[in-house]
Structure formats: C-alpha cells, structure tokens
C-alpha cells in the first residue's frame, strides 16, 4: 500500500485547525478565546491542540470545523482518521470557491463517471463462466467513479458559500425522504423486527 502524504497525518491536525480558525469563514470565530468558549474548552486547551501538543477528541475536531466553516476540515479529520473508505482528501478550496466553475467540474466527472460505467459493464458482461475479471484492468474505471463525490460535494460547498445553500437541510431532507422510501439501512428496531419475522 502507498503511503499518504505526511501532511494529512494526525501529527498535522493541529496546524490544520489552527489555519481553519484563522481563516475563519465566520469572523466571529478567528480568537483562541472565543472558539475556547464555543468549544467548552479552556483557551490554554485550543493553545495546546494547535501547537499539536494535545490531539483533540474526534467530536472537538468536527465542531471545531463547524464552528469556523470549514467543510474542507470535516474532509480532512475524516481522512486523517480513516473513519469510511470514502474519506478522502477535500478539493481545493480555489476549486470550490465559485460555482459555475465547481458545477462545470462535476459535469465533467460525472460524464467520465458515465463512461467508466459503460467499460465496466462491458468487462463483466464479457467475463466467461467461472473466470474472475483482472480488477486491474477496470480499476481506473472505479476510480472514475470514486472521484464523483469529491467533485459533488466541492459542488455544493461552493453553493454553501456562493448562494447560502444550507447543505444540513439537503440532508436532512435527503434523509427523511430516503427513509420514507425504506432506501437507508434500517434502524437497530426495524432490523431487529425484521430478522424476528423471517
């Protein structure tokens, strides 16, 4: 396996948050002592976490990222902590500052994406009986796909920061709306009454 790039390594983290306060999208939020008080910290705390002599609590990192605006920094603690196999490095944040452009990239990739599809298909409609496909023939073609959510959620940063999309509403109501249409995994209760009727 290839190692990551050091600079997503937790060893970093503090400098990360320390740069996202200081770049605060909310100017409210740029002082140790104010983001100390939003946090429930001591500000000697927030100190120590950017200087990366303390590592935050996994909780503290993502408030903390939501207190100074920073989806790219969700991305980050995301990837730095390998929390699912989709957390993956932000886009540059140039990328997706402005969203005609960030709306012309996910055009882009989601045409490439259409295409890789079609090859991938193609691979495993030609696969004879009881012959595996060599992955790394059609591995190129995943990563196309892969590279759709990056390209979707730079997208909708963009729209957070360029017409006030309020991504936490598209997703509460993506959610609600999913699990009306029994399209999300089940809570523990459902699945429990599931497994009990079969």
């Known amino acids: 396996m290839r190692k990551v790039n050091s600079y997503y390594s937790r060893k970093n983290l503090g400098s990360w948050l320390k740069h996202f306060r200081l770049n605060s999208q909310n100017p409210s939020i740029s002082s140790q002592t104010t983001l100390a008080r939003k946090l ?7 100190s120590k976490i950017e200087l990366g002599e303390v590592e935050p609590r996994l909780e503290t990192a993502a408030e903390w990222c939501k207190l100074t605006g920073w989806r790219e920094g969700w991305d980050i603690v995301a990837n730095i902590y390998g929390l699912h196999p989709f ?11 402005r969203l005609p452009e960030s709306i012309m990239n996910a055009r ?20 004879r009986p009881n012959k595996n496909i060599d992955i790394d023939d059609i591995k190129n073609n995943f990563m196309d796909l892969y590279d759709l959510k990056p390209a979707i959620k730079s997208m909708m940063y963009a729209a957070e ?8 509403e598209v997703k509460d109501e993506w ?11 089940p809570n523990m209760a459902q699945m429990e009454k599931e497994k009990a009727e079969a």
């Not at 429930?40 to 927030?46: A, C, N």
């Not at 957390?87 to 500052?97: G, I, R, T």
């Open 40 to 46: 429930f910290l001591e500000q000697k705390q927030v």
């Open 87 to 97: 957390a993956v490095p932000p886009v540059h944040p140039e990328l997706s500052e």
């Open 108 to 127: 882009q990739q989601l045409t490439t994406a259409l295409d890789s599809l079609d090859e991938i298909e193609r691979a495993i409609t030609k696969r």
């Open 161 to 168: 920061r360029d017409i006030e999309l309020n991504i936490d």
């Open 175 to 185: 959610t609600a709306k999913s699990v009306a249409n029994e399209v999300v995994l």
